[in-house]
Each structure stands twice: as C-alpha cells, then as structure tokens.
C-alpha cells in the first residue's frame, strides 16, 4: 500500500476557495488513479473526484461540477483538488486514495487500496 499524505485544509468562509495536495513520497504515485472523498459528520463517504495515473481521464462528483477542479503534477508526485465558491455543505474531511486502476477514474470508495488520514475542510461565516 502506499503512503499517501493529505494538505491543505483549514477553515474559510462561504464562496472561498482551498487547494487540497494529496502527496507521497516516491514516483510510484504517478502511476497510480487518485481519487478524493469526503465524509461529514453522520453521513457516509462520499466520493468527490478522481483522475487517471497520467490525467487523461477525471470525473466529477455532480454536487461539485464547475467548482472544484482535480489535477496531478507527477513531477512532484502530488495531486491537487483546487476547491472554489465553497459552501457550507462542502464541510467534511477530505481524503485521498490510489486505485492500483490506473486508466479509469471512480467515485466508488471499493475501487482504492491505500488510504491517506484525512484533512479537515470547514466552511463558516
């Protein structure tokens, strides 16, 4: 399984913006489909985006089509999720995940075999 390391979190206010980075520490991740989930208190984990191991490929969860953005720079073996107009329901903990996959994108948790901790995403005026 790989090490995976989630950034970036933090709290901000409606119509905000974040950047998640999902990191580890070898190329390995390059090869790998990324994958972004989100679990809010008494709710089930939600899968958000995902992108193919070279990024040919991403999808969208509909509740954050044309808001979110996912990408990858596997010079750096990190993926990003760029989060903007963010809204209050948007708040959960964010993790990233690696499909051993690589050339399809899914939003279905069963897909990923490695996990990262998580990072805190908080909306709030």
């Known amino acids: 399984q790989l090490q995976l390391v989630e950034s970036g979190g933090g709290l901000v206010q409606p119509g905000g913006s974040l950047r998640l980075s999902c990191a580890h520490s070898?190329?390995?991740?390059?090869?790998?489909?990324i994958g972004w989930f989100r679990q809010a208190p008494g709710k089930e984990r939600e899968g958000v985006s995902s992108i193919s191991a070279w990024g040919a490929r991403t999808t969208y969860a509909d509740s954050v089509k044309g808001r979110f953005a996912i990408s990858r720079d596997n010079a750096k073996h990190t993926v990003y999720l760029q989060m903007n107009i963010l809204k209050p329901e948007d708040t959960a903990v964010y993790y990233c995940?690696?499909?051993?996959?690589?050339?399809?994108?899914?939003?279905?948790?069963?897909?990923?075999?490695?996990w990262g901790q998580g990072t805190q995403v908080t909306v709030s005026s």
């Open positions: 995940a690696a499909s051993r996959r690589s050339a399809q994108v899914f939003l279905t948790s069963y897909e990923y075999d490695s």
């Open positions: 070898g190329s390995t991740l390059n090869y790998y489909t």
